[in-house]
């Protein structure tokens, strides 16, 4: 049985059950049990998590809502277009060296109705060239919230379980082409 590894922020954390659920029987499905925040946290939590993960043949990612926040009111975003593609970067490369036979794919970020996350689209575009550079399918989940705004939860940044259940489909769906 083949396993999945999935790797992401809270929203992660929301679908993991489904998409474990829905290939129940079919692959084994983990994660870590910690948020994995920002492109740079999961880059560098990636070393701790690995010991108590399976193996995975495939890796479901997604880091950069958090990298958007202006957390400390600067007037920036937590991290910089550079340095957030330079993350991005080296996570491909790490998840390479680590896990050389495991296919990658790399999920986009999905809309708030938090007016700190009024860049998604731009970092999203971010995130699509460093995947095309290394020839990673993307799984684009913007569109999805975006054509219903419906499904974002009333904290305005996660999703209702319907949004999580329409999302956590769409994972599996991706993923079910490589089992």
């Known amino acids: 049985m083949k396993e999945i590894l999935l790797l992401g922020d809270s929203l992660r954390m929301g679908y993991e059950p489904i998409v474990r659920k829905n290939l129940e029987g079919i692959a084994g499905v983990s994660g870590p049990e910690e948020n994995g925040r920002w492109a740079g ?3 560098n939590s990636l ?3 690995i010991p108590s993960l399976p193996k995975p043949d495939i890796i479901h990612w997604n ?3 958090w990298d958007l926040g202006d957390d400390y009111n600067l007037g920036r975003p937590f991290s910089l277009p ?3 593609e330079s993350a991005l970067e080296r996570m ?3 998840c390479g060296k680590l896990f050389p036979e495991a296919k990658l794919i790399m999920a986009t970020t999905m809309p708030t109705d938090n007016p700190d996350s009024s860049d998604i689209e ?3 575009e971010i995130f699509k060239a460093v995947a095309k ?3 990673i399918e993307v799984n684009d989940l913007f569109p999805i919230v ?8 009333p904290d305005h940044i996660h999703l209702t379980e319907e949004g999580f259940k329409i999302v956590g489909d769409r994972v599996t769906e991706v993923i079910k082409k490589y089992l």
């Open 122 to 124: 731009a970092y999203n």
């Open 82 to 84: 550079e340095e957030y």
């Open 92 to 94: 491909v490369t790490v």
């Open 146 to 153: 975006k054509n219903d705004p419906s499904l974002i939860g």
């Open 47 to 49: 070393r701790f998590w």
């Open 63 to 65: 880091s950069g809502l």
């Open 41 to 43: 946290y999961t880059l």
């Open 133 to 135: 550079r290394h020839n």
